[in-house]
């Protein structure tokens, strides 16, 4: 009855942007930490950006200073400002919510099924 839809992911050149979004819909009462993975592959999937519930951010290593991860909790949806793109950010990248769906419940995680984003010259 979750659902979660990212979406915004395209082909860029190097130094180009990108603004992904993660919209979830449903049977919502709260949603808490929001955050975006990443995965070639091949390889294994790693977290890149997260917000909570009162926006606060963090940022993986490799992405921090050009990544932007914001949040409008009236929409349910979580934003990622991709700037200054480069090849070794191509992947697809996926959502995660920490959703309850029940007033008082825990907070489950739900994935989106992810948007690629591909950087080429």
């Known amino acids: 009855q979750v659902q979660v839809v990212e979406s915004g992911g395209g082909l860029v050149q190097p130094g180009e942007s990108l603004r992904l979004s993660c919209a979830a819909s449903?049977?919502?009462?709260?949603?808490?930490?929001m955050a975006w993975f990443r995965q070639v592959p091949g390889q294994a999937r790693d977290s890149v950006a997260w917000i909570t519930n009162e926006g606060i951010e963090s940022y993986a290593d490799s992405v921090k200073g050009r990544f932007i991860v914001s949040r409008d909790n009236a929409k349910n949806t979580m934003y990622l400002q991709l700037n200054n793109l480069q090849p070794a950010d191509t992947a697809v990248y996926s959502c995660n919510a920490a959703i309850v769906t029940i007033p008082g419940g825990a907070a489950e995680g739900y994935w989106g099924q992810g948007t690629q984003v591909t950087v080429s010259s």
């Open positions: 449903g049977s919502i009462v709260a949603i808490y930490t």
